[in-house]
C-alpha cells in the first residue's frame, strides 16, 4: 500500500510569493490533515477535510492560507503571500475517518520544508 | 499552559538501559493517547496507543496511563542507538472534536 504522497519536499521562495504544496492520501482515506511543524515543536493541525468537506480549520491563517480538496481525494495547501514566519515544514496526513478509535491512525507524509527568505 | 507538555530532552540513556518519557496533559476529557516517533528530518510515526489506565506492552514499549494524574509516559527497554529520535506524544479528545493535539516531543539520544 503505498503511503502518503507530498511534492515538492523542499522549497525556498522569497517573502510575499506564493507557494503551493500537493498531497496524496493513502487509497481508501476519507480524512485528510494539514498540519504545520516548526523546528524544535510538535505539528499544529492547521485544516481538516473529511472527503471534500473542511471540517475544522480553525487554525488556518485565511488572510494568507488557503486549502482545498477537489473529489476529495487529493488536496493543494497554498500560502499567498509567505512571510518570513510560514518557514516550517507542512506535513500532510490521512486516515480512515477521524473517530477517537486507533483504527483510525494518523499516517504522514514526508513534508514539504519550506524556506522562506 | 499548553495542552500537551513534554520535557525537550535532550534525554539521554547509555545503550541496554531503560528510556522513560514522560507527558501531561491538560484537557480531562482526553480518551485516547499516542506516542510518536520522528527520526531526524522524518515524518512521525506511531509507535503505540493507549486508551486505558494502566500498561501496555508492545515488544521492547511500554506506555503507561493514569487518566486522575493525567499523565502518559512510554518506556523503552533495552534501548538502542537507533531509537534515537524525537518522541512526540498526542492526545485526542472528544472536546476537541477528535483532533490530535501534539506535545513538542523529547529528544531521546542513545549512547553506545
Known amino acids: 500500500e503505498a503511503g502518503v504522497v507530498q511534492s515538492p519536499r523542499y522549497k525556498i521562495i522569497e517573502k510575499k510569493q506564493p507557494v503551493a504544496f500537493w498531497c496524496n492520501p493513502i487509497?481508501?482515506?476519507?480524512?485528510l490533515y494539514w498540519y504545520r511543524q516548526n523546528l524544535g515543536q510538535g505539528p499544529e493541525l492547521l485544516i481538516r477535510?473529511?472527503?471534500?468537506?473542511?471540517?475544522?480549520d480553525s487554525q488556518l491563517p485565511k488572510d494568507r492560507f488557503s486549502a482545498e480538496r477537489l473529489k476529495g481525494v487529493d488536496s493543494t495547501l497554498k500560502i499567498q503571500p509567505a512571510e518570513l514566519g510560514d518557514s516550517a515544514v507542512y506535513l500532510c496526513?490521512?486516515?480512515?475517518?477521524?473517530?477517537?478509535?486507533?483504527?483510525?491512525?494518523?499516517?504522514f507524509g514526508p513534508g514539504t520544508r519550506l524556506t522562506v527568505l | 499552559q499548553k495542552e500537551v507538555e513534554q520535557n525537550s530532552g535532550p534525554l539521554s540513556v547509555p545503550e541496554g538501559a531503560i528510556a522513560s518519557l514522560n507527558c501531561t496533559y491538560s484537557?480531562?476529557?482526553?480518551?485516547?493517547f499516542f506516542w510518536y516517533r520522528q527520526y531526524s528530518g522524518k515524518s512521525p510515526e506511531l509507535i503505540m496507543f493507549?486508551?486505558?489506565?494502566g500498561d501496555k506492552e508492545d515488544g521492547r514499549f511500554t506506555a503507561q496511563l493514569n487518566k486522575a494524574s493525567q499523565y502518559v509516559s512510554l518506556l523503552i527497554r533495552d534501548s538502542q542507538p537507533s531509537d534515537s529520535a524525537t518522541y512526540l506524544c498526542?492526545?485526542?479528545?472528544?472536546?476537541?472534536?477528535?483532533?490530535?493535539?501534539f506535545g513538542g516531543g523529547t529528544r531521546l539520544m542513545v549512547k553506545p
Open positions: 496526513a490521512s486516515s480512515r475517518t477521524s473517530g477517537v478509535s486507533s483504527y483510525n491512525e494518523q499516517f
Open positions: 487509497s481508501g482515506h476519507n480524512t
Open positions: 477535510y473529511e472527503n471534500e468537506e473542511a471540517v475544522d
Open positions: 484537557d480531562r476529557g482526553s480518551q485516547s
Open positions: 493507549i486508551y486505558s489506565n
Open positions: 498526542a492526545v485526542k479528545s472528544t472536546n476537541a472534536g477528535n483532533m490530535l493535539t
